[in-house]
């Protein structure tokens, strides 16, 4: 199985940026595909961007489109989440997770459906 660390969430000002990383440790990194989901008090958990093993695959939730962007480095076991030009709608706990590259279907965007997860980081953007 795999082990996952997420940081670099914090405190920020409406438009302002933060990058988000997650850290992986056990099994080989380049196994699974990644993905960033979020969840805010009182809603449900929601997809927010998907990436393959390999660096493709790339895939972002309309709300954040054109604002975060998902990468990895497979040499570091670390995915990224770069967010930009944020909103106080973003403002939530968000988690990485990992799925294998060897399920039936290659990508998805349900939680239920990737096997392991991170314990989260706060963002909070304040307007």
């Known amino acids: 199985q795999v082990q996952l660390v997420e940081s670099g969430g914090g405190l920020v000002q409406a438009g302002g940026s933060l990058r988000l990383s997650c850290a992986a440790s056990?099994?080989?990194?380049?196994?699974?595909?990644m993905g960033w989901f979020r969840q805010a008090p009182g809603k449900e958990r929601e997809f927010v961007a998907r990436?393959?093993?390999?660096?493709?695959?790339?895939y972002v939730a309309d709300s954040v489109k054109g604002r975060f962007t998902i990468s990895r480095d497979n040499a570091k076991n670390t995915v990224y989440l770069q967010m930009n030009s944020l909103k106080p709608e973003d403002t939530a706990v968000y988690y990485c997770?990992?799925?294998?590259?060897?399920?039936?279907?290659?990508?998805?965007?349900?939680?239920?459906?990737?096997?392991?997860w991170g314990q989260g980081t706060q963002v909070t953007v304040s307007s």
């Open positions: 056990g099994r080989t990194f380049s196994s699974y595909n």
């Open positions: 990436i393959g093993w390999s660096g493709g695959g790339t």
């Open positions: 997770a990992a799925r294998s590259k060897f399920e039936r279907t290659a990508y998805s965007e349900v939680p239920r459906e990737y096997a392991y």
